[in-house]
């Protein structure tokens, strides 16, 4: 199924990125890159809050890699190229992307692709989920501000969940 959703992002990627201004865009992809980088780093000391899962065809470093490197930063590539101008635009866009986001995240939990831990729930991904799509936005207009307000939300997850 990962290798699935790789193929579908690749191909949603090719059909709705703005591939001619793919390099103004590159800077946050490396940043949602290094941040879910800096996730499996942190948890694999510690305990991890949700794991994807390995199947039959890919290891657990295998699929971490397709979402870390090719999945996740093709997603903010593509909702940042077709982001609106309006602001009323603009947050029904982001709310789209949001729940779109969570009802993929549950078949992937209730599919077996993904699995909560340690007191995450999906609860705690809405939460998540409703950060990061504005974090992407906000990198991409305004790096430094995206990084200090980045520290912040790893502190507090850091806190709450006990790693620190």
Known sequence: ???????????????????????????????????????????????????????????????????????????SFVYLSNYPNKMVNQITYTLKWILTFLLLEWLGEYFGLLTYHNGWHFGWSFLFVIIMFPMIRLHHVHKLYALLLSVFFVVFFLVLFDYA
Do not use: C, Q
Not at 10 to 33: C, H, N, Q
Not at 64 to 73: D, S, T
């Open 1 to 75: 199924m990962h290798l699935i959703l790789v193929i579908m992002v690749i191909i949603f990627s090719l059909l709705k990125g703005d591939w001619r201004k793919w390099e103004t865009y590159y800077p946050t992809m490396l940043y949602v890159a290094l941040a879910t980088f800096l996730y499996e780093f942190i948890s694999h000391s510690h305990f991890h809050l949700w794991e994807l899962e390995e199947n039959d065809y890919l290891n657990v470093m295998n699929v971490h890699f397709l979402h870390n490197l090719i999945i996740n930063p093709l997603i």
